[in-house]
């Protein structure tokens, strides 16, 4: 840890994380009622922040290794905590995603038809908060990043979401219609809510570390070389596993996030599934495998079995939709299983295997959703069952939209693939053999729902429903995110050490700490 | 000599090339034809480099291996990719790249009236197809091989659906896909147990591992039963099989590229490249090559009942790649490896010419069809030749490579599953000549036309009319003369040769080696012959009646016909398991899962409205409020103490 | 000191019975007569306790102005409507459950609290040590009493007047 | 008038005393004088007259004693005046901007009593010993009540003074009734007397503090306590009602402070689960019973209550940093809820109604205006960058520090709960289409005070360093 | 007579004030046993007082009843307000204001 004082001149990463919130600024302030303005203003504020993030990729000394671009300025020196950020190889990958996906999101919602302004303008908080959550070493100010990247969620789902309709049914079909299950406006509570309770236990694991080590620092690198009492470390690291495990979608808590990626609005069900759920596995390696190795390998069983479910039972819950944007959402439940268990197999391949799938579903799911959002659009309906055969129409939508399946469905030369052999490979090398066998049946089943559901939307007879006999393919600005994305999910495929070498110089030094790799 | 590498690596490369050109440069793929000679030249290209290739590897004793990592780790790569030059990937090589070039140029004419967005789209998948299929061939380790396995399902799926308008070519192509996919999952699986197993993946360094016995034999079946499920996947072996003859919905130029003479016997390669790991473990080869010969047989009853020209075809494949895998099962990989390759071209053979009778017909039912050997003379030619090598006659493609697989598996101990293939090979004989001689012979077919016209829409190429059938243009008919040739000169050579059987040398320790009796071979000439006579008898001089015929082998036949319920088990499981599970979880989510955060949340909401009437705006309640306040405050400061 | 006994006796058994009475009866005029007469039994305890001025203090404030102001509030409402304002009691299981309670938890206190049973002698004249103190130390406390009253009369009056 | 400013320049602790007292006077003369509408003349001196007297009191120094100890002024008391004189003038402010209807010609008397008040509160601020307490704090009260019923002609004016009233006058009963066993035991009123005295064992002590605390329990509105706020808030006119959410309870708590940290010293342990159980009890009450409100002051009645709940977090974490943060969260609160009152009070003023309906579209009718509201309730519910946020980590971290995990934890889910309804204003507001274009018309000051209010909550939750730097220091005084 | 005599007393009287603030439906007689309240706190402070020998709880009940009858006396004020809006003074007729 050494090399931490690899202190920049240029605060990129500050640059990184503020730019958009500063052109949200720009938005509120100068661009009212001149929509393009608004527009070009939030491809401003993505471009700059993905330029200097592909510039930070290049740039990050591998063989240094470790923290480097750090900045830190005191913020509440009485309390410990300094606005101080830094980069290693894990948050390297998931800046660039983040920036890649703002930056595809931007052009998605391009034809946001009413509040624009407002919309961009939470949408670039939104992503500060991304950002901020990424590249933050203190736990104080990564708490706070994490809360703003998940407050604005409630208004853009709340004003820009779409409403479906749920009929109740069942034991607790009497709550349904109270709490209004379907709306847009539930949709959004309940996500706001569940996340926010999550990050309630976050933030009393994080204060009884900050507390059990005496209230001086909330450094990250304070705080990893402090060995914690092992009983405190195990309640510490279950809170944490349940704060973020909600944000990552785990069972049984991951019910908020089909009923609010269905709801959401293009980029923001872009950005959420592609990027703050992967916050949740990231937010509980960073936080929780670092700081609490004793407890990490005492609750690896349990976090790798859950993820299990989330793999099977995800892809079962994906085939059983037929709403379009719910089979996509359940698919992000069962990948982001994918993610935990790699991340639970505590090995050099499952651990690469799983910041690698947070990278690769976010992107493949980033497309799905916007291509959904495309089709959506145009055919005003999600609903599988009236579609098909729309591949005569939109051809290109189509073939984009299998394009992602494949990756979903791990096929090789695409990034989906990589994630999960690795992932496979490290289940069976860790303690939890069997952990392979549900892994790779999701799989399979992923197989099938994605070739299912591309099948009944996209191929086969043209439907002849006569709403949708004009239907268009994506034009102009439409392609920007469909061609970024599809090049991201294949050069990553087909180059997969683009990003594994910076992520193993953050993985192995992990897996040294907790003891289960020389 | 000259190295390989640089022409092999050609060879593998222009087709990736000529993917990306079409495939990224969008105007160029909407070419149409345009789009089919770029794609064609860089076939050529690529065959040119593969025969060089294939020619310098001659002299060459040891594999060549180029490597470069493509998983990093901490202690150095994880995976690999590169290339694994022998003789026996450039064979295959060669094979792949003569197949694929002479399919592309027959396509060009099979395909003339394609819209040009499709037929670019078409050269797009065909060119990643070749350039899948060549980075199996060259895998040096299994995880490349995975890889291109998996892109050349892909690049299946996709041409399968080619037509994907069609509702059948849409259901076929997912269900190739997902029916190779469920062996791809225990391919999978034994890739990584096996690395695990044995730290490596490499061919190389695995196979000096197995061959020193440094191969821990604790848990290797179920590795290589799990590969082996990789392969009777891909290889379409019972109960994988449903797949094949659905996918003939596909173009059939893409049929006898893929579903014939490539990709389908890749579990076949699969199994020859590993064939000392499966040799370690006896048990699964046992199950190999009883699988094998089943499904040899099997396939061959079901062929006797397929009026479509295309799915007799398909079965037979599914057949003869049964032969392949029990040949394999029996310990003489080199057998299967050989019939692999020869099948392969008169498979090409058979489907293509199938193609141009379908091409000129408009038609894929046989019933449809008879006496077109005076419209068609270079096609029965073709197709007769095609036929002969598949019924394994002397002086013909599959004669030598067949005999050797009967012996194989004698020698290696399975004299049943010897008379099996025996019978198959009768079978074979006569569905393939039931073919020839309802399709090229026989009462000609005007006073069927409104049928023809009837069942036109239903099948693929451009609806002709029988009276107006005529052979195929140049450039289908050169690529059907050429592969008829090669097949006519493999078995011409081979006849002259015949060379000693070289599974005896081939045959590991681990298998019991019976000698071959010298009968053999001979029987096998006259089972076929009596096929083919069988057949004669009732198609051609109607001697026999082929009601009659099939009434003998009643119950038989009805479940021939209907593919012995397989596909209906498989479907019901889908249906009825898949299907109807993931219902039954979604509905479980939604209003289980879901409603018990529904419910709480309405609850407290509901609670906190009743909590609400504590508040009731009576002033002495308040003031109870307070009084009870107190109260608890003194109790608990009482007791506390 | 039996007298002082006999006093203390009486004066609480007066006490008691009249708050009970303040509490108990139906009618609200008799009510505050009661609450006068507890108010006076008051005044004689502290009498006993030798606090002769907070006993006048008690008597002309409280017993007299207290008493006044709600006599004549009660006669204005009286007045104004021309019946007889209810004063029933509701939940008196309640209460008394309530106020037992409380009396038990406090009389458990008290009963074992060491409290001394001897008076000290006073250090002098109550009353001018009360009004040096008044003047002095608590100077403050009684400027504000003073802002207090204030307060007090003109939020009254601000109520109590009619519509301006 | 001389003495007056003699005492300001000399730094004379007394001097906001003796100032704000001069100002209610002058408010009650010049209502009595002025013809016409004084309503603007007296606002605008007392207004004036608070901001002069806030800066006064940074030329004011600790440490100076009065009265043979009874009055003493330390940075604890220091830091309630100043917020307290804050509170006022922003109250007086808003106040201004209340319609003539309502309030011409008494507002000589409304500055009066709000300004009775807070001369209570001053010197309660600075009381170290009982009667003056009392006394101070029954100044600050008795102005409430009449202020509550100040609309005496709304029919639900009455009411709601009346009920504050009667619970008040309980309250103060149970108070003086502990007081009075405090003195008992300790035959002194002098509040650091308490600790030396309470060594001894002495139980009817223990009582004593217990009953006082239940009186104090009323004052800061902790739960079951707490049942006259929803009824005053809901009638009272709303700049009060901003002001009576914070001050009096700030002082309540300066209070607390005095007798349990000063007064109980260390022996205060014994306390805490008693505190701590009071704060769960009131967070999760205040929080469930905001539930299901329909009249946003009601919903903001019982969010404070929740809040009171989340300061008593603090409190019952007894240390340095528990008390600092108490006295954090107090400053942020002021600007977060005052702030929402303002807001509270410009749409109801425009739309004559209280309802949560009418804030339908106000984003999207007045952006500023919904912004700020926004802004305010996210800082109440404790989301980043804003005041609130590090209020309640503070607290919480207080909490954990202690050890008092679960009342932490349930202090954390409960936020969830509180944001539910936060949000549920903010839908309306920014959801939900307006049921009518025209933007909501603000006067300009309760403009100012809305924006004194937004730069507080944004100030203070973009660098809270300072602010948390002087509440330590402060903190760190009492122990 | 010993000091917890009066203590017993007081806190009988205090009590039965309780009740009486709990139990009564007029709001002036809620007031009136807020008074008897107040009033049993007198006599606990002057209790404590004198046997002490000090004049301080003395000086407090001073104090104390002062400010008990401004109270009163602005509650009695309140009551006449709310009788003439009202036209009751019954505290379960008044809840306008509730939930």
């Given at each position: 840890?050494?090399r ?26 100068l661009?009212?009622?001149?929509p ?60 660039l995603?983040t ?12 034809t ?19 950002f ?6 203190d736990l104080?100010v990564?708490?706070l ?8 969620m ?29 709306t ?7 996500l ?11 933030l009393?694991g994080?204060l009884?570390?900050f507390?059990?080590n ?5 450094s ?21 596993y ?13 019910t ?17 599934a592609g ?38 039972y ?5 085939m059983?939709q037929?709403?379009l944007?719910?089979v ?13 268990l ?5 090995t050099?391949?499952?651990?690469n ?39 005569t ?8 939209f299998?394009?992602g399946?494949l ?6 030369a695409?990034?989906?693939f ?9 289940t069976?090398?860790s ?5 392979l ?8 089943l992923t ?13 086969g ?8 006999q ?10 920007v995110?469909i061609?970024i ?6 050069l ?5 050490a ?9 993985t ?9 790799m020389? | 000599?000259a ?8 060879a593998?490369l ?13 105007p160029?793929?909407r ?6 000679y ?5 076939s ?8 060089l ?9 040891e ?8 998983l ?6 994880l ?12 064979m295959m ?8 070039c ?7 004419g099979?395909?003339h ?6 037929l670019?789209r078409?050269y797009?998948y065909?060119?990643?197809?070749a ?5 199996l061939?060259?895998?040096?380790n ?11 399902g ?7 659906g ?26 999978l ?19 000096l591992?197995?061959?020193?016995g ?10 290589t039963?799990c ?10 072996q ?13 173009p059939?130029?893409v ?20 064939e ?8 699964v080869l ?6 094998g ?11 006797c ?5 295309k ?7 599914v057949?003869?790649l ?14 299967g ?23 000129a ?7 449809h069809?008879?006496g077109l050997?005076?419209r068609?003379?270079q ?15 002397p ?7 067949k ?15 010897c ?10 004989a006569?569905?393939m ?15 069927r036309?409104?049928a023809?016209?009837?069942?036109a ?11 107006h ?17 090669v ?8 006849t002259w ?20 009796p010298?009968?053999l071979?001979?029987?096998a ?24 015929l ?18 209906d088990v498989?479907?019901?499981a ?5 299907l109807?599970?993931?219902?039954a979880?979604?509905?479980v ?20 409205d009743?909590?609400?009437r ?6 002495q ?9 107190l109260l ?5 400061i009482?007791?506390?103490? | 000191?039996t007298?002082?006994i006999?006093?203390f006796?009486c ?11 303040v509490v108990l ?5 008799h009510?505050?007569?009661?609450l ?9 305890l502290?009498?006993?306790l ?11 404030l409280?017993a007299g102005?207290l ?13 104004m ?20 309670a ?6 458990r206190?008290?009963r074992?609290?060491p ?25 403050l406390?009684?400027?504000?009493l ?5 307060t ?11 519509e301006? | 008038m001389?003495?007056v ?11 906001l005393e003796?100032g ?18 004084p309503?603007?003349?007296?606002g605008?001196v007392v ?6 007297l806030?800066?006064a009191?940074?030329?004011i ?12 002024t330390?940075e ?18 808003a ?5 003539p209807?309502?309030f ?7 500055h009066f ?5 807070l001369?209570g ?5 600075s009381a170290?010993?009982l ?9 600050m009260?008795i102005?409430?009540y ?7 002609r ?16 309980l309250s103060?009963?149970i ?7 405090v ?8 509040i ?6 309470l060594r001894l064992?002495?139980?009817?002590l223990?009582?004593?503090l ?8 009323f ?13 005053a ?6 700049p ?10 700030a002082?309540g708590?300066?209070?607390?402070f005095?007798?349990y ?14 505190i ?15 539930l ?7 919903l ?31 400053v ?7 702030g ?18 009418v ?5 999207q ?6 912004l ?10 404790g989301i ?6 590090w ?21 954390a889910?409960?936020?969830v ?38 730069a507080?909550?944004v100030?203070m ?5 300072p ?10 005084t009492?122990? | ?5 009066y203590?017993?007393l ?13 139990t009564?439906?007029?709001?002036v ?5 807020v ?16 046997f002490h020998g000090?004049t301080?709880?003395?000086i ?6 002062c ?20 036209r ?7 809840d306008?204001?509730k939930?």
């Open positions: 840890m050494d931490v004082g690899a202190v920049t001149r240029l605060p990129v990463l500050s640059i990184i994380t503020w730019a958009p919130f500063v052109s949200a600024l720009i938005i509120m302030a661009a009212r009622h001149r393009l303005l608004v527009r070009w203003v939030a491809v401003l504020g993505s471009t700059v922040s993905l330029g200097f993030s592909l510039w930070l990729y290049q740039a990050y000394d591998r063989a240094a290794a470790g923290f480097q671009f750090v900045e830190r300025i005191p913020l509440v020196p009485s309390l410990g905590i300094s606005y101080e950020l830094a980069v290693d190889g894990m948050s390297l990958l998931l800046v995603l920036s890649i996906i703002i930056f595809a999101g931007t052009f998605a919602s391009w946001v038809k009413t509040r624009g302004q407002e919309f961009y303008a939470l949408l670039l908080l939104l992503v500060t908060g991304v901020g959550v990424f590249v933050s070493l104080f990564f708490f990043f994490y809360e703003i990247a998940v407050l604005p409630y208004l853009l789902i709340g004003i820009w979401g779409s409403t479906g309709d749920v009929p109740p049914r069942g034991i607790f079909g009497w709550s349904f219609r109270q709490t209004g299950v379907g847009k406006e539930y949709a959004a509570m309940k706001t809510l569940y996340l926010l309770f999550g990050s309630a236990f976050i009393v994080i009884a570390l507390a059990a005496g209230s001086t620092s909330f990250l690198l304070e705080l990893q070389r402090v060995h914690f009492d092992p009983q405190l470390q195990s309640w510490v690291f279950l809170a944490f349940i704060g973020f495990g909600i944000l990552a979608g785990i069972w049984p808590l991951h908020w996030s089909p009923d609010g990626h269905a709801s959401a609005p293009t980029a923001v069900s872009m950005l959420h990027v703050l759920m992967k916050l949740g596995a990231y937010g509980l390696i960073r936080l929780g495998f670092v700081l609490l190795p004793d407890a990490t390998l005492h609750w690896a069983w349990l976090v790798g079995t859950i993820a299990c479910i989330n793999i099977v995800g892809a079962f819950c994906a059983g037929t709403d944007k719910y996509v959402a359940y698919s992000s439940v069962s990948h982001m299983g994918v993610v935990m790699g991340a639970a197999t505590l050099e391949a499952g651990l295997g799983s910041v690698f799938q947070m990278f690769a579903h976010g992107v493949m799911t980033a497309l799905f959703f916007a291509l959904v959002g495309l089709v959506y659009e145009k055919a005003h309906s999600r609903d599988v069952r009236r579609m098909g055969g729309f591949a129409m939109m051809p290109g939508i189509a073939v984009a299998t394009i399946g990756s979903s469905l791990g096929l090789p695409t990034a989906g990589v994630a999960e052999l690795l992932t496979f490979f490290g069976w090398s303690v939890h053999r069997w952990w066998f549900p892994g790779v049946a999701g799989a399979f197989s099938i729902y994605v070739l299912r559901i591309s099948k009944l939307v996209f191929w007879p043209k439907t002849t429903d006569p709403e949708f004009h239907l268009t393919d994506a034009h102009g600005t439409e392609w995110a061609i994305l599809i090049g991201v999910i294949v990553f495929g087909v180059a997969p683009l990003a594994l070498d910076p992520v193993g110089t953050a192995v030094p992990l897996l040294q700490r907790l003891g289960v020389q | 000599m190295d390989p590498t640089l022409p092999i690596a050609t593998l222009l087709p990736l090339l000529s993917f990306l050109l079409l495939g990224v440069i969008a160029l793929r070419l149409g034809r345009g789009a089919g770029v794609s064609l030249l860089l050529c290209g690529a065959l040119a480099g593969a025969l290739g294939w020619q310098r590897t001659f002299p060459e004793p594999p060549i291996r180029l490597l470069t990592s493509w990093p780790a901490h202690a150095g790569p995976a690999s990719v590169g290339l694994l030059i022998d003789h026996a990937s450039t090589l060669v094979l792949v790249a003569l197949v694929s002479l399919v592309q140029a027959y396509s060009l099979y395909l009236d394609e819209p040009r967005a499709s670019g078409y797009a065909q060119s990643l197809f350039f899948s299929m060549m980075g061939v060259l895998a040096p299994l995880l490349q091989l995975f890889i291109c396995w998996e892109l050349v892909l690049c299946s799926y996709l041409l399968i080619f037509w994907y308008q069609r509702p059948a070519a849409a259901r076929a192509a997912v269900k190739a896909f997902w029916t190779t996919k469920a062996g791809d999952v225990g391919l699986i034994g890739i990584v147990l096996l690395w695990r197993h044995a730290g490596t993946l490499e061919l190389l360094d695995l196979r591992l197995a061959e020193s440094r191969l821990a034999p604790a848990g290797l079946s179920v590795i039963f590969l082996y499920l990789g392969a009777a996947g891909k290889s379409a019972f109960p994988f099989h449903i797949w094949l003859p659905d996918a003939m919905e596909g059939t130029p049929s006898a590229l893929i579903h014939a003479a490539t990709m389908v016997t890749a579990g076949v390669y699969l199994l020859f490249r590993t000392w790991l499966f040799a370690l473990t006896p048990d046992l199950i190999v090559a009883f699988v010969a089943f499904t040899a047989l099997m396939a061959a009853v079901l062929a009942v397929q009026t479509d020209i799915k007799v075809l398909a079965y037979s494949t057949s003869q049964g032969y392949m895998m029990a040949a394999i099962g029996s310990g003489a990989a080199h057998a490896f050989f019939h692999l390759l020869t099948h392969g071209v008169f498979k090409a053979l058979l489907f293509l010419g199938a193609g141009a009778v379908i091409h017909v408009g038609s894929n039912e046989i019933t069809m008879g050997a005076r068609m003379p096609t029965v030619i073709i197709f007769v030749i095609g036929t002969l090598s598949l019924a394994g006659m002086f013909f493609g599959g004669f030598l490579s005999e050797e697989i009967l012996a194989a598996v004698w020698a290696g101990g399975h004299p049943v599953l008379l099996v293939l025996l019978v198959a090979a009768f079978l074979t006569f569905y000549f039931r073919v020839v001689f309802l399709t090229f012979f026989g009462v000609p077919s005007e006073g036309g409104s023809v016209s009837h069942h829409a239903a099948t693929d190429g451009p609806p002709h009319s029988a009276p059938a005529h052979d195929p243009p140049l450039i289908m008919a050169a690529p059907l003369w050429l592969l008829a040739i097949s006519m000169a493999i078995g011409l050579y081979f040769q015949h060379p000693a059987p070289e599974f005896a040398a081939a045959a590991r320790d681990t298998v019991a080696t019976v000698p071959v010298g009968w071979s001979p029987l000439v006259v089972v076929a012959s009596s096929g083919i006579l069988l057949a004669w008898l009732t198609y051609q001089r109607r001697t026999i009646d082929a009601t009659r099939a009434a003998a082998f009643g119950p038989i036949r009805h479940a021939a016909l209907a593919r012995f319920w397989i596909d498989v479907m019901l889908y249906r009825g398991g898949l109807a599970g993931a219902r979880i979604g509905w989510d939604r209003y289980l899962v879901d409603g018990v955060v529904n419910a709480l949340s309405a609850a407290v909401v509901m609670g906190a009743r909590g609400r504590v508040q009731t705006g009576r002033v309640d308040y003031l109870y409020g307070v009084a009870l306040g608890a405050l003194i109790t608990w009482g007791w506390a103490r | 000191m007298l002082s006999l006093a006796w004066l609480a058994v007066a006490l008691v019975g009249s708050a009970l009475a009866t139906r009618n609200l005029f009510s505050v007569l009661w006068a007469l507890a108010l006076t039994s008051t005044a004689g502290f009498l006993t030798d606090a002769e001025f907070l006993a006048a203090v008690q008597l002309l409280y102005g008493i006044t102001i709600v006599v004549f509030a009660i006669v204005v409402t009286k007045r409507v021309g019946e007889r304002i209810a004063h029933t009691s509701r939940r008196i299981g309640g209460g008394l459950v309530v106020a037992a409380l009396f038990a938890a406090l009389f206190v008290i074992t609290a409290v001394s049973a001897i008076r000290p002698p006073m250090p002098g004249d109550i009353t001018k040590l009360m009004g040096d103190a008044i003047l002095t130390r608590y100077s406390a009684f400027e504000l003073a802002v207090l009253l204030l007090a009369l003109v939020s009254a009056i601000y109520f109590a007047r009619p301006d | 001389n003495r400013t003699a005492l300001v320049a000399d730094g004379s602790p007394l001097a003796a704000v007292f001069l100002l209610s006077l002058l408010a009650l003369v010049i209502g009595t004088v002025r013809r016409g509408d309503r603007r003349l007296i605008g207004f004036v007259g608070l901001a002069l806030f800066g009191s940074f030329a120094h600790p440490g100076e004693v009065l009265f043979d100890g009874v009055y003493r330390d604890l008391a220091l830091f309630a005046k100043r917020l307290f004189l804050g509170a006022s003038a922003l109250t007086v402010l106040s201004l901007a209340l319609e209807v309502t011409s010609r008494r507002a000589a008397e409304y009593a709000l300004l009775v008040s001369l509160m001053l010197v309660l601020a170290r010993e009667i003056l307490l009392f006394v101070a704090f029954e100044l009260s102005p409430l009449f202020l509550t019923g100040f609309l005496k709304e029919p639900t004016a009455a009411e709601a003074a009346l009920k504050f009233l009667l619970v008040g006058t103060s009963a108070i003086l009734y502990g007081i009075s066993f003195y008992g035991v300790t035959g002194s009123t002098d650091a007397s308490v600790a030396p005295a064992g002495q139980p009817l223990g009582l004593g217990a009953l006082t605390l239940a009186g104090l329990g004052k800061i509105a902790a739960v079951p306590f707490h049942m006259w706020v929803p009824d808030y809901e009638a009272a006119t709303t009060f009602v901003a002001w009576l959410s914070v001050a009096p309870k002082a708590f300066v209070v607390i005095r007798l940290l000063e007064g109980v010293g260390p022996a205060a342990l014994l306390w805490l689960p008693g701590a159980a009071l704060a769960a009890l009131t967070i999760g009450a205040g929080n469930l019973m905001a299901p409100q329909r009249n946003i002051k009601r903001f009645a019982y969010s404070g209550i929740a809040h009171i709940g989340y300061i008593l977090m603090g409190v019952a974490a007894f240390s340095r940093g528990g008390t600092g943060m108490v006295l954090f969260y107090l942020a609160y002021l600007f977060g809820n005052m929402a009152f303002f807001v509270i009070q410009a749409v109801g003023a425009a739309e004559r109604s209280d309802s949560i309906e804030y339908r579209g106000l984003a009718r007045s952006p500023v205006l919904g700020s509201m926004l802004l305010f309730l996210l800082s109440l519910g980043p960058f804003l005041a609130g946020f209020a309640k980590l503070y607290v919480f971290w207080a909490a954990v520090d202690k050890g008092m995990y679960w009342l932490a934890f349930l202090g889910l409960l936020t709960l509180a944001l539910y309804y936060y949000l549920l204003v903010a839908r309306r507001m920014y959801i939900d289409p307006p049921q009518r274009p025209d933007p909501v018309r603000v006067p300009g000051t309760l403009k100012l005070a809305i924006g004194i209010c937004v507080g909550v100030a939750g973009a660098y809270p360093e602010w948390v730097r002087e509440a330590l220091r402060i903190a760190g009492l122990f | 007579m010993g000091l917890s005599s203590l017993t007081a806190a009988i009287v205090f009590c039965i004030g309780l009740f009486g603030v709990v009564r439906r007029n709001t007689g809620i007031l009136l046993s008074e008897l309240m107040l009033n049993a706190v007198n006599i606990n402070l002057v209790a404590f007082s004198r000090q301080l709880g003395m407090f009940t001073l104090f104390a009843i400010i008990t009858v401004a109270e009163v006396a602005l509650g009695l004020a309140l009551v006449i307000l709310l009788f003439r809006t009202r009751t003074v019954l505290a379960d007729e008044i306008l204001l939930g």
